[in-house]
Every structure is written in C-alpha cells, then in structure tokens.
C-alpha cells in the first residue's frame, strides 16, 4: 500500500511542526484515537478503535520518529497490533516547507505500508480506501485544530 500527498497548513512551519511532535494534538487529530502517549524521546504508543470494511478492531500502534531534521522532516516508523484482526507495518516520511511568506506550511508526505492477518483477507482495496479516508479525516482535524487555536477566547 503507497499514499502520497500534500496539504497546506495555514500556520508557521515552526507551529507545524510543535503540532506534529505533540501526543496531544495527534490524539485529538487522529480518527478513533483513544490514546497517543510518549513513552521515549521520539517514540509514541497509540491505541486507536478502527474499522477497515466489516473488520472493526481496536490497534495498538508503536510509533518512532527517524532521521529527524528539526523543522523539515522526518520519517515515522509504524508497527500496528490488531490481534486477531490482524498486523500493519509501514513508513511515512513527511517534509515541511514554508510558502505565503511563511504564513503557512506545505506538508508532503509519502506513505508505504503492509498488512497481514485478517485485515489482508478483506482485500486491499478496502484497506487503502480505509487509509485514504483516515489519512483526509486526520488533515482536516489538523487544520481544524490550528483555526480553533488561533481563534480568540469569547
């Protein structure tokens, strides 16, 4: 499975990047999200309920950030854990660049993976529109979560 993409941030490459790095807005940004907890510098553990075709299931997944180049990229290492539902691995690299006279973040990423288990059974049409779905909701919280930040107190 491969995704790829780009999305346009309408803050600072520096608040981007705090925003990416923060177990607490990636909980909020992240479908079916129960937890994100840092367990080690640059090492996260996620338990998420999801539901790929007729398999709902909740996963387990173990998070490493590599090559980490402050405020220009990195690549997120992913082991998921889904009992019997099954198992992913996978990688995504993810590169910041500044554009509008650094009013806001262009972020691109590229994403491989592969699953196993009963989640590989379902089909892999199922999982990567699954993927494509959860990959749309989790930008659009993003920059949700950047406009309701930046909106003032009432």
Same mark, same amino acid.
């Given at each position: 499975?491969?995704?790829? /993409?780009?999305?346009?941030?309408?803050?600072?490459? *520096?608040?981007?990047?705090?925003?990416?790095?923060?177990?607490?807005?990636?909980?909020?940004?992240?479908?079916?999200? &129960?937890?994100?907890?840092? %367990?080690?510098?640059?090492? !996260?553990? #996620?338990? @998420? #309920?999801?539901?790929? /075709?007729?398999?709902?299931?909740p996963? =387990? #997944?173990?998070i490493?950030?590599?090559?980490?180049?402050?405020? %220009?990229?990195?690549?997120?290492?992913?082991?998921?854990?889904?009992?019997?539902?099954? !198992?992913?691995?996978?990688?995504?690299?993810?590169?910041?660049?500044?554009?509008?006279n650094g009013?806001? =973040?262009?972020?691109?990423?590229?994403?491989?993976? $592969?699953? /196993?288990?009963?989640? $590989?059974?379902? /089909?892999? &049409?199922? @999982?990567?529109? #699954? $993927?494509?779905?959860?990959?749309?909701?989790f !930008?659009? &919280?993003f @920059?949700?979560d !950047?406009?309701a930040? *930046?909106?003032?107190?009432?």
């Amino acid at each position: 499975m491969r995704q790829s /993409g780009e999305h346009r941030i309408p803050a600072p490459r *520096a608040e981007v990047w705090r925003a990416l790095n923060d177990p607490a807005v990636l909980r909020r940004c992240l479908d079916g999200c &129960r937890s994100m907890r840092a %367990v080690a510098d640059g090492e !996260f553990v #996620a338990e @998420v #309920a999801a539901k790929v /075709g007729p398999v709902r299931a909740p996963f =387990t #997944a173990d998070i490493a950030l590599c090559d980490v180049a402050p405020m %220009v990229s990195y690549r997120l290492e992913v082991r998921v854990r889904g009992g019997v539902a099954g !198992f992913a691995k996978g990688s995504a690299s993810v590169r910041l660049a500044e554009v509008e006279n650094g009013r806001e =973040t262009a972020l691109n990423y590229s994403i491989e993976g $592969a699953i /196993g288990g009963k989640l $590989a059974q379902i /089909g892999s &049409r199922l @999982v990567e529109s #699954a $993927a494509r779905k959860m990959t749309a909701s989790f !930008f659009e &919280r993003f @920059v949700a979560d !950047f406009a309701a930040s *930046a909106a003032p107190a009432r």
